[in-house]
């Protein structure tokens, strides 16, 4: 009877830590290798709101057929984007090169 009720106080601890872990959200934007300055801007101010919420942020630069050609056109997209979100957050890995998929991890900086 004692065990059962060790087991029952280790679960019992285990569920109150599980319970005051954070949950890390990570939100994506997309981008191609010649997005518009428009589009830029209006993909920049989601990924703004999403710092600013405390989700990490995925921007990746998708090459679609032969456009992989453009690959500085995506990693200075990518850099510009770490440059202009500098105050919300840092760049947790720098832009790199996965298949057809350019990646690059923002986190948001702690208040």
Same mark, same amino acid.
């Given at each position: 009877?004692?065990?059962?009720?060790?087991?029952?106080?280790?679960?019992?601890?285990?569920?109150?830590?599980?319970?005051?872990?954070?949950?890390? /959200? /990570?939100?994506?934007?997309?981008?191609?290798?010649?997005?518009?300055?428009?589009?830029? @801007?209006?993909? #920049?101010?989601?990924?703004? #709101?999403?710092? #600013?919420?405390?989700?990490?942020?995925?921007?990746? /630069?998708?090459?679609?057929?032969?456009?992989?050609?453009?690959?500085?056109?995506?990693?200075?997209?990518?850099?510009?984007?770490?440059?202009?979100?500098?105050?919300?957050?840092? /760049?947790?890995?720098?832009?790199?090169? @996965?298949?057809?998929?350019?990646?690059?991890?923002?986190?948001?900086?702690?208040?």
């Amino acid at each position: 009877m004692d065990y059962k009720k060790f087991l029952y106080e280790q679960k019992k601890r285990e569920k109150a830590l599980k319970s005051k872990a954070t949950k890390v /959200v /990570v939100k994506e934007i997309r981008f191609g290798p010649q997005t518009d300055d428009h589009d830029y @801007e209006f993909k #920049k101010k989601h990924a703004e #709101k999403f710092l #600013k919420e405390g989700a990490k942020l995925k921007a990746f /630069v998708f090459f679609k057929g032969r456009s992989i050609v453009f690959k500085e056109q995506g990693q200075i997209l990518l850099l510009k984007l770490a440059q202009d979100l500098e105050e919300y957050g840092k /760049v947790e890995q720098m832009p790199k090169l @996965e298949g057809k998929r350019m990646i690059m991890f923002i986190a948001p900086k702690k208040k």
